[in-house]
């Protein structure tokens, strides 16, 4: 008890405490009350205050997220969870494209009234476990723990949100947005993944903004070399710049050919032919691969038409990106295309990389779904360099699974190559998928592949990817002549008729 009201607390109970002292003693307790009340006044709109300084030193005044301090702050704590192996972590640097020019044109109250509503837009879509934090202008940074492919999936969601229109002041405006991700650790370590989510943002920018990207490191290389490929990657189409080359796949055993991968080439008017290896990765990661794989869909499907007609029976195959797969109408497209070119199902073979494969997300297994549906065959491309699950593999509607060129080439190099290729094709066959043993070089290779117990090569022993055309010549014998010959009356046998028939 405090002295002051020891004394007075004595001061009633004692002997000559009368009625007389009582109200002496009110007045006294109810000073101490009223100077009490102002103390805890004082106290709650000191701490009031000063927990508005903290908050203007930790958030933004405007759209209330916290700023890059506290944001670094929760970044050290969501990386030592993930260390702990408590979770994944994708940190996602969002920039408003074209905010400038709309904050100049109708001021600044407008543009504010657009931030509010985007720091609002983002707590939503990050709610309840992510962290939102505004960056500073019309930047923003977004910490999920999510892994990769479902942090592309929420990029794409932010795209859409962030897409719809703004009612500021009136108006009713409409923005786009550029979206940049950093898996941890594997796109930077704890100092680098803010400036690579950045990087990879700013890079979508420099290729006209309205995407997302996940951070490479050729983007620290040269942003702008690579910002012009896009833009010229954007018109290559309508310019008839892309052409399909197609490449062999060969019969292990009977040496016949059972089909062919259409790989796709890009003739670029003044770079010359640009790999594929470089422009379907920026392809995908600016929002172009949609509609580049809608044409090579429709280009193999008249292909195929085109070889039958000429007596040419065997399978295409094509390669189909994540993006695609994640589409919603790529099997209605595929349907329309091999209708529209009377070519069965069975004849069209989709070459899904293992990685994207093995996502096992909600969105690739209705995909897959809907693959087995039509009835069209998946052959699970460079087996053997993601993180393959057996339950996931015995899921798909896989038919095929292609070994990495890479466990190909090592073969050479000893036992453990070969324990590797053995292991995967016993596992696939247990499975009762072919196996298609990719990058095949030496004749070496080759018989070592077929006692494996491979079923289908390809590689530059048997033929390089060539254009259609040629791919008929070669056919026909009448090629440079480099080609082992073994197998070519077999392009016009039907190699396996009751797969082919089918
Ligand atoms: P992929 O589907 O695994 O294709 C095999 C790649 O290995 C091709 O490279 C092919 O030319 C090359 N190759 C084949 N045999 C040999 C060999 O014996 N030795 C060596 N060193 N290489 C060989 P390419 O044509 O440069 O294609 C690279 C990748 O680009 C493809 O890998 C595929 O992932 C992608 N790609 C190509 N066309 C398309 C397409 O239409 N759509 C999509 N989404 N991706 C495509
Ligand atoms: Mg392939
Ligand atoms: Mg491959």
Redesign the pocket.
């Known amino acids: 008890m405090a002295p002051l009201a020891t004394d007075l607390f004595s001061l009633l109970h004692s002997d000559a405490s009368t009625w007389l002292l009582s109200a002496t003693v009110l007045g006294a307790l109810a000073q101490l009350w009223r100077a009490e009340r102002a103390r805890s006044q004082l106290r709650r709109r000191l701490s009031a205050a000063n927990s508005r300084l903290d908050q203007a030193h930790t958030h933004d005044s405007l759209t209330g997220l916290i700023l890059r301090d506290g944001f670094e702050s929760e970044l050290d704590r969501a990386v030592a969870a993930c260390d702990s192996g408590r979770g994944a972590l994708a940190l996602l640097c969002v920039g408003l494209d074209n905010f400038r020019p709309l904050n100049d044109g109708y001021g600044h109250r407008v543009g504010d009234a657009v931030l509010v509503e985007v720091g609002q837009r983002l707590s939503a879509l990050a709610a309840p476990h992510g962290v939102v934090s505004r960056l500073g202008g019309d930047e923003f940074a977004l910490l999920l723990a999510l892994p990769l492919a479902a942090a592309c999936e929420a990029a794409q969601q932010i795209l859409q949100s962030l897409q719809q229109p703004y009612a500021a002041e009136g108006l009713n405006l409409r923005l786009g947005a550029s979206v940049g991700i950093a898996a941890y650790p594997e796109q930077g370590s704890r100092p680098r993944l803010l400036a690579n989510a950045s990087m990879a943002m700013r890079t979508v920018k420099l290729g006209g903004g309205g995407a997302h990207a996940c951070y490479h490191p050729a983007m620290s290389v040269d942003v702008r070399e690579q910002a012009e490929l896009v833009q010229d990657l954007r018109q290559a189409l309508a310019r008839r710049e892309l052409q ?2 197609y ?1 062999p796949k060969i019969d292990a055993r009977s040496l016949q050919v059972t089909g062919a ?4 080439r890009w003739q670029h008017p003044r770079r010359g032919m640009v ?3 470089v422009f ?1 990765p920026l392809a995908e990661r600016y929002g172009l ?1 949609v509609e ?2 809608r044409w ?1 869909i429709e280009e193999a499907c008249r292909q195929a038409a085109e070889w039958r007609e000429q007596g040419l029976r065997m399978r295409v195959a ?4 994540g993006h ?1 797969l994640r589409h919603d109408d790529l099997v209605d497209h595929l349907q329309a295309m091999l209708e529209r070119h009377g070519i069965r199902p069975q004849r069209l073979t989709c ?1 899904i ?1 293992e990685t994207v494969a093995m996502e096992d997300t909600g969105v690739t297994r209705a995909a897959f779904e809907r693959l087995r549906q039509a009835g069209l065959r998946v052959s699970i ?2 087996f053997g360099t993601g993180h393959s699950s057996l339950a996931t593999l015995r899921r798909l509607p896989a038919a095929e699974l ?1 070994i990495d ?1 890479a466990f190909v080439s090592d073969l050479a190099s000893g036992e453990r190559a070969t324990t590797i290729v053995q292991t995967i094709v016993q596992m696939a066959h247990q499975l009762g998928l072919r196996v298609v043993a ?4 030496t004749t070496s290779q080759r018989d070592q592949l077929v006692a494996l117990g491979c079923d289908e090569l ?4 048997f033929a ?2 060539m254009t259609a055309v040629a791919l008929a010549l070669w056919a026909g014998g009448d090629d440079d002549g480099h080609v082992d010959r073994a197998f070519r009356p077999s392009l016009f046998d039907p190699t396996a008729p009751a797969e082919l028939s089918s």
Request: proline share 6%; no cysteine.
């Open positions: 399909l080359y490449q991968e259409a790989l796709l790999s594929p290896a379907v691969i580049i794989g090579v094509i390669n189909i990106s695609q070459e990389t491309d460079d292609k060129r990719e990058g095949v070089e390809q590689g530059y022993l390089k990817p």
